[in-house]
């Protein structure tokens, strides 16, 4: 590793926002200026690709440095049981850590804030102990059998009814500017000598969206978020249309939430100049993923790995890295070891930790020249694996969706509707997206082929047969999948299971009293 100036790191993933809703990356209103003015001077990446189309593996492969498949983290196990955290690496090397999210899914009862000195989440909805102790260790139980059972379909209500007590607009004032303020404590109180990593989730983009109102009236004037279809799984299940005009009001109150983030974040990194730790700050801001807005005859960003979901905005900030337009491929778990290399730290001696590899940090002359590595990981064995063949390709996998499929079947069933079983949303996928060509092979629906270079909004898909570049990409997917256990294409199976009979009595009792037994 060598040696770089700044000795902090500030992470910012703005949560659900699409890169082509963002000013760097060309958008016509003026959601950004704040991020528009740290792109000045930061490189910004047109091809980072997300592992995952949502929230948990994302973060997880980035705190992590491992696909979704290697560390587990999912919705049918909800947690990162074993793998070694980023913040851990950061905490042992004597590094000041936090994490500070309004995402139901950034706490402690995940594990994804293990190793952080300090964490808060700011998601209120539910109380914080419901997401951790007895009901955990019930998920855990109903999900040791390998198959979803009706059990555990009780369980992930939880996160439905969540789901629909944010759409109701409950809960759903934004956290913003309290996680910034709570940013900012640390940082003016961290006294480490080494520095410190602030890691900042932002929630505003994520449905429902309810934007504070100076915002609402620039670029949703007139919009009441009340009367707008804010549920995705009504419109997904087939339960409710959504015509063009609607669609428009729905993307200013998108935009509306996407300009108070800027806002908050153009705050903070006001303080960083004005107080003299800017220079001495890396900065990281992408998204974890994006959403779609009837792209696709789809909503939200569940069911689907298109490029609206899965190709993010990626800023980064490090005297290593010259200003300007990156168009190479990028892929957000190498942030793992981009991040190791700005503070010169060493995972090498903590237990379980992915080892610190130059081929995948942002900040490295040998990014992605996984011909020199005498180790490779399971992403770089598919990649060097084609004879004669140079392309570079990210990888994107998505499980079975736990919770979204049983809130959109109940949107379904409360319509008269009856899903299909070949409905996109009861499929596993997984893809490899390459710089110009993507392969979506998946379990219950049509694979799907496509070249981005000609095709960029994914209208006409192609088989391998018909197309060289679309072939290659179905060849790398191939062989990742060999590399993480083989492909998804026999249909996964609900099962009946009697585990939770083995559940201890106050399990029991505390799923009883949140209405998950009787």
């Keep these: 590793m060598g040696r770089h100036t700044p000795t902090n790191v500030l992470f910012v993933v703005l949560d659900t926002v699409r890169k082509d809703r963002l000013t760097p990356y060309g958008y016509d209103r003026p959601t950004t200026p704040e991020l528009a003015a740290v792109a000045e001077e930061s490189a910004v990446f047109e091809s980072a690709v997300a592992p995952a189309p949502w929230t948990l593996p994302v973060h997880a492969s980035m705190f992590t440095g491992l696909y979704p498949s290697q560390h587990g983290a999912d919705q049918g196990s909800p947690y990162l049981e074993e793998a070694t955290t980023l913040a851990s690496v950061l905490s042992t090397a004597g590094y000041d850590t936090a994490c500070y999210s309004s995402n139901a899914w950034i706490t402690p009862y995940t594990e994804l804030t293990r190793g952080f000195d300090d964490q808060d989440s700011f998601f209120e909805v539910l109380p914080q102990d419901l997401l951790s102790g007895p009901l955990a260790r019930a998920w855990r139980l109903v999900n040791d059998n390998d198959r979803l059972n009706e059990i555990a379909t009780r369980i992930v209500r939880l996160g439905a009814q969540a789901h629909e007590k944010l759409a109701s607009g409950e809960g759903a004032d934004s956290k913003t500017p309290a996680v910034i303020d709570r940013t900012r404590s640390f940082i003016e109180g961290s006294e480490s000598e080494a520095g410190w990593f602030a890691f900042v989730n932002l929630m505003d983009a994520h449905l429902p969206y309810y934007p504070p109102e100076e915002y609402r009236e620039e670029f949703a004037p007139g919009v009441d978020p009340s009367t707008v279809c804010q549920n995705s799984k009504e419109y997904n299940s087939g339960a409710r249309d959504v015509d063009a005009e609607e669609w428009e009001a729905i993307g200013g109150l998108y935009d509306a939430e996407i300009a108070h983030m800027d806002a908050e974040l153009g705050r903070l990194f006001g303080w960083l100049r004005e107080t003299g730790r800017w220079e001495d700050t890396t900065v990281i801001v992408c998204s974890d993923h994006g959403e779609l807005h009837g792209e696709h005859d789809l909503y939200g960003h569940e069911f689907a790995l298109y490029e609206e979901l899965i190709n993010v905005p990626l800023i980064v900030k490090h005297p290593e890295i010259e200003p300007g337009r990156r168009e190479r491929l990028v892929e957000l778990l190498d942030l793992y070891h981009t991040t190791l290399d700005a503070l010169s730290a060493d995972a090498g001696g903590v237990p379980g930790a992915v080892g610190f590899d130059p081929t995948r940090s942002l900040l490295s002359s040998e990014y992605r020249s996984f011909d020199r590595v005498t180790d490779p ?44 079983e070949d409905h996109r949303a009861y499929a596993r996928m997984r893809a490899a997206r390459g710089e110009d060509a993507k392969y979506v092979r998946a379990d219950r629906i049509p694979d799907e082929g496509y070249r981005l270079d000609t095709d960029p909004e994914e209208r006409s898909p192609l088989a391998p047969a018909d197309d060289e570049r679309v072939a290659a990409a179905e060849r790398a997917l191939s062989r ?39």
């Design 377 to 420: 990981d399971v992403g770089q064995r598919a990649v060097l694996g084609g004879e004669g063949e140079s392309e570079d390709y990210a990888f994107v996998e998505y499980a079975q969706p736990v919770i979204e499929l049983h809130h959109l079947e109940e949107k379904a069933s409360e319509a008269g509707i009856t899903l299909p």
């Design 480 to 518: 990742f999948e060999g590399e993480v256990g083989g492909a998804w294409t026999t249909p996964a199976e609900a099962s009946a299971s009697d585990a939770l009979d083995e559940a201890d009595a106050e399990t029991k009792d505390r799923l009883r009293e949140l209405g998950y037994l009787e």
